[in-house]
C-alpha cells in the first residue's frame, strides 16, 4: 500500500474580510499517517476571554473512559473576534470514539463540548475522507460555550422560545443572557436569576448545584448531573466563572 499523505493545516482570515487585510496567518504541515481527519471551521469570537487561563478551544479526540484527550489541536486564544478558524485535526487513531470542539485545559480534560461527532458512525469506507464540523458564526467566550454547551444541550426543551418557556425563562440564542442577567426570578423572592458578580447568591447556582433539589417544583440539579457525567464539576465551575466575571 502506499503511504496516504495526509495534510495538517490550520489558517485564520477575518471573517469575510478580503485576502489582503494582513491578518491571514497560513500553517501547513504533512503528516504521513492513516487514520480518520476531522475538520472543523467556524467564524469565532470571544477567544481572547481564554488568554492566560490554561483553558483553550480545541479539537479534540476522546477515547470512550476518559476525560482527558488522546490527541488535540487548540485554536491560538490569540485570534481577534470574527476570526475565521479552520483547524484540521488527521492521524486519529481507531481508540478515539469521539471527536469533540471543546473547551479544554492545560491537562487536555475536557471542560464543556460544544460539538462532538462518534467515530463509530464512520465507516472503514470512509475512514480516509474527512468528516466536517462546521460552526459557523460562534461566540466561543465564556458566556458562549454555556449558550452553546450548557443551555443548548440541558435547558432549551423545556426552556424555549415563546409560548413554551417554563418560568418565562427563554434560554434560546440571543435571549438567554437578557433573561438571566440581574432578572428577578419568577418564582423565589429575593433572588435574581443570575446577579452580576455573585455566583453563590445566584438563583442559576443555587438550582443547579447540590442542595437546590428541591428549591423549584423541577430537579434543576439532577438535570444537569444527568446531562454531564464526565464533567459536572467543570460545568459547574464555568457557570460560577461566568457569572464573577460579570461587572454589577
Ligand atoms: C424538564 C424541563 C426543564 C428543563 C430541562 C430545565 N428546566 Fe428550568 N425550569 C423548569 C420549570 C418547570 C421551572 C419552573 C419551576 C417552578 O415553578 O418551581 C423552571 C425554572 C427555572 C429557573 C427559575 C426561573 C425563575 O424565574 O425563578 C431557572 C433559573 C432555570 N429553570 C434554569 C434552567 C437551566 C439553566 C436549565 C438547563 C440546565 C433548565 N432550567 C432546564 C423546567 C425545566
Known amino acids: 500500500m502506499k503511504p496516504i499523505h495526509y495534510i495538517l493545516y490550520i489558517w485564520a482570515a477575518v471573517c469575510l474580510a478580503s485576502c489582503d487585510s494582513g491578518d491571514i496567518q497560513d500553517k501547513v504541515y504533512q503528516v504521513d499517517e492513516k487514520g480518520y481527519t476531522v475538520k472543523m471551521t467556524a467564524c469565532v469570537s470571544g477567544l481572547s476571554e481564554w488568554e492566560g487561563t490554561g483553558f483553550s478551544l480545541a479539537v479534540a479526540g476522546f477515547t470512550q473512559d476518559s476525560k482527558f484527550a ?3 489541536k487548540a485554536v491560538p486564544s490569540t485570534l481577534d473576534d470574527g476570526t475565521s478558524v479552520s483547524l484540521v485535526l488527521s492521524n486519529i487513531s481507531s481508540e478515539v470514539r469521539t471527536v469533540e470542539v471543546a473547551l479544554t ?3 487536555r480534560e475536557r471542560i464543556i463540548t460544544l460539538a462532538s461527532v462518534s467515530m463509530e458512525d464512520y465507516s472503514e469506507n470512509t ?3 474527512t468528516i466536517r464540523i462546521d460552526l459557523g458564526t460562534i461566540d466561543v467566550g465564556r458566556f458562549g460555550v454555556l449558550q452553546t454547551g450548557l443551555f443548548d444541550r440541558a435547558c432549551i426543551q423545556c426552556h424555549g422560545g415563546t ?3 417554563a418560568a418565562g425563562l427563554n434560554l434560546t440564542k440571543g435571549n438567554a443572557y437578557a433573561a438571566l442577567v440581574d432578572v428577578p426570578s419568577t418564582r423565589l423572592d429575593g433572588y435574581m436569576r443570575v ?4 455566583a453563590e447568591g445566584s438563583l442559576l447556582h443555587l438550582v443547579l448545584n447540590e442542595g437546590g433539589e428541591n428549591l423549584l417544583s423541577h430537579n434543576h440539579t ?3 448531573s444527568s446531562q454531564f457525567k464526565s464533567n459536572l464539576e467543570e460545568v459547574s465551575s464555568l457557570i460560577d466563572s461566568w457569572i464573577e466575571h460579570l461587572v454589577p
Not at 446577579?195 to 455573585?198: K, T, V
Open 70 to 72: 488522546l490527541v488535540q
Open 105 to 107: 485545559n492545560s491537562l
Open 127 to 129: 475512514a480516509h475522507d
Open 163 to 165: 409560548g413554551r418557556s
Open 195 to 198: 446577579e452580576s458578580g455573585n
Open 222 to 224: 439532577e438535570i444537569l
